[in-house]
């Protein structure tokens, strides 16, 4: 038998043994009748039956001799349709590969107005394909976030958006995926598309939780900042070689989400510079847009020394604001507030107040209760010793309630050993994980220079992608920066050699130590921004490990409305990173290099003077 391909997701598409169908199978009541047979049980009907249906508005014998002609033309085809291939696909869990095939509605553009039976099975079929195609969109969008690649999430989602503009859910993914890239404006522009579509088609407004979701996109953060694209900022590069790594982190959250007895205790551990940082703050994205309560602090070599400094650090990053945090008992409140004036203006004294850690556990057991929580501390092996002695307790209240706690560790750093206790019962008596990062390999290196070079050559990009092996060992922080400086005109000498040793972190490395093509890019990097821009993180480079905008506005003298435009695009280029308290280096080994190269010792002095601690 002939083999008849017929693809219906979308415009009719026929082939017949691979070629083109003959002109006379592409009849409209042809393919009606082609495609209506596949789709019946065991494929076939009775001729009365297949008159009734498409040709009851002649004759009996005109009929009967237009059905046989058409029964003649593709009676010895064997046929098959993109639709249950679709089926199969979705039925195995293959998202991607089953949203590949939709390419529209059931039989798009096809109709036969005095068919009315035929039509009435039409508008059935369609309804069901388009029901299920948005499903397979949707589920593929959502896996495309959970690996990182909110781009192609983003895509997908508005394709479903496409096929349905009145369908909430894919409308939702897309402005998750859209507000995750940024693109906070067009997330904006399908929430009034999803509008419009809903009050022309069913005369209703959108439900509370894309209501919610819209609210929470308006008013989401990476840190402190707004998360939207500064104006001339470059595009931030994708997340790529992480995939694994953010998924386990996304089923932690979700399993976290579920409910009491699901808690997470989830150790994160990279090498400076490896990605650590950008991992977290994807997941806190991702968080700020779910019903849930995120707190965000980063600890930094001097909160060692500062008895309860990443206390106040979790209070500022979201604790003291968060729903349900009145429910938590007078004297544990009365505790918090010594570590936050918001605090100490909305609640008395009380005696006796209750210990830090004390408090901390009720505060989080009261603010668990209203909706779940994402806990996330960076750069953990800086903190307290007196936080560092509660997280025990700590980890095994979260564990208890729909709390996640993420503590984030830089691999080979002072300190960090503080943590093996607790890395050791992560898994065991604790329910969680601890991930470990690795540097990119060529794979993923291969994947930026694709990202950041696309007009480049397959023989150009492998060349680029080896001197990144040179010159960044495959460090995140350093191929990005590189790359970034390739685009913007920088070009690395061909004569420099690799990377002293390719066990060489950034933890154990000065500024001499670096390859000069690193520096270079640094350097680069640094030109490349506006001159306030500039002004802001030389200040930033000279004055503490963290700093607040009104310290930076007194340092720069600039408006603060310009230092505040400023450490948008320096948030957005990742030179720096927000919480509640201020702004840190994402890399202090770039900070070494500007103080070194960028910013004179007379620049530095003047900083200081004009902004004393």
């Known amino acids: 038998m002939t083999a008849v391909s017929c693809r219906v997701l979308g415009p009719v598409r026929i082939t017949v043994a691979g070629a083109d169908a003959p002109a006379e ?79 529209g509605d059931f039989l798009e553009g096809l109709a036969i107005p005095e068919a009315s039976d035929f039509e009435n099975w039409l508008a059935a079929e369609r309804l069901m394909w388009r029901t299920r195609a948005l499903e397979a969109l949707e589920q593929r969008a959502v896996a495309e976030l959970d690996r990182g690649d909110v781009t192609g999430a983003a895509r997908t989602a508005l394709r479903a958006v496409a096929l349905d503009r009145a369908a909430e859910g894919p409308a939702r993914t897309a402005m998750r995926a859209l507000a995750l890239s940024g693109d906070r404006a067009g997330a904006m522009q399908v929430a009034e598309g999803l509008a419009r579509a809903l009050r022309e088609a069913l005369g209703a407004s959108w439900s509370g939780e894309t209501t919610r979701l819209i609210e929470r996109i308006r008013d989401a953060r990476v840190g402190r900042r707004v998360i939207a694209a500064p104006a001339a900022a470059r595009a931030r590069a994708p997340l790529v070689g992480r995939a694994a790594e953010l998924a386990a982190l996304s089923a932690a959250w979700r399993r976290a989400q579920e409910g009491a007895g699901h808690g997470q205790v989830v150790i994160l551990e990279g090498e400076p510079g490896e990605g650590k940082t950008r991992l977290i703050e994807e997941l806190l994205a991702r968080a700020r847009l779910d019903e849930a309560t995120v707190v965000a602090t980063r600890a930094v070599p001097s909160d060692g020394s500062a008895p309860w400094g990443c206390l106040a650090g979790l209070l500022a990053g979201g604790l003291g604001d968060a729903p349900g945090l009145a429910g938590a008992p007078p004297e544990a409140l009365a505790a918090l507030r010594q570590f936050d004036p918001d605090l100490a203006g909305r609640y008395p004294p009380a005696t006796p107040a209750a210990s830090p850690g004390a408090a901390l556990g009720a505060a989080l057991r009261a603010v668990a209760a209203e909706r779940p929580v994402f806990l996330a501390v960076d750069d953990a092996q800086w903190m307290d010793g007196q936080l560092l002695a509660t997280l025990p307790t700590l980890a095994r209240d979260a564990t208890t309630r729909p709390i996640l706690l993420l503590l984030g560790v830089a691999r080979g750093s002072p300190g960090g050993e503080r943590l093996d206790a607790l890395r050791a019962r992560v898994g065991r008596d604790l329910e969680g994980a601890v991930v470990r990062l690795e540097r990119l390999d060529g794979n993923a290196l291969r994947a930026l220079v694709d990202w950041a070079l696309p007009h480049y050559t397959a023989s150009d990009a492998e060349r680029i992608v080896r001197r990144l092996e040179a010159d960044t060992a495959g460090i995140p922080l350093l191929a990005v920066a590189m790359l970034e400086a390739v685009v913007a005109g920088f070009a690395p000498s061909p004569e420099a050699g690799a990377w002293p040793s390719p066990k060489r972190t950034l933890v154990d490395s000065l500024p001499g130590d670096l390859p000069p093509a690193i520096i270079g890019v640094i350097c680069q990097r640094f030109r490349d921004l506006p001159q306030p821009a500039q002004q802001v993180l030389g200040a930033a480079a000279a004055l503490a490990e963290r700093l607040g905008a009104d310290r930076l506005a007194r340092a720069t003298a600039l408006p603060q409305g310009v230092v505040d435009e400023a450490l948008d695009r320096l948030e957005w280029d990742r030179w720096l990173v927000a919480d509640g308290r201020g702004y840190v280096f994402v890399a202090p080994i770039e900070r070494a290099v500007l103080l070194q190269e960028m910013v004179t010792p007379g620049q530095a002095r003047r900083y200081r003077t004009a902004a004393p601690a």
């Open 25 to 103: 199978l592409l009849w409209r009541k042809h393919v009606a009748l082609l495609v209506y047979l596949a789709r019946s049980p065991r494929r076939s009907r009775t001729r009365d039956h297949l008159i009734g249906l498409l040709w009851s508005d002649r004759d009996e014998k005109q009929a009967r001799h237009s059905l046989s002609e058409a029964l003649r033309v593709f009676r010895r085809d064997s046929v098959s349709l993109d639709c249950d291939r679709f089926e199969e696909l979705c039925t195995r869990g293959d998202w991607t590969a089953a949203s590949a095939l939709v390419d």
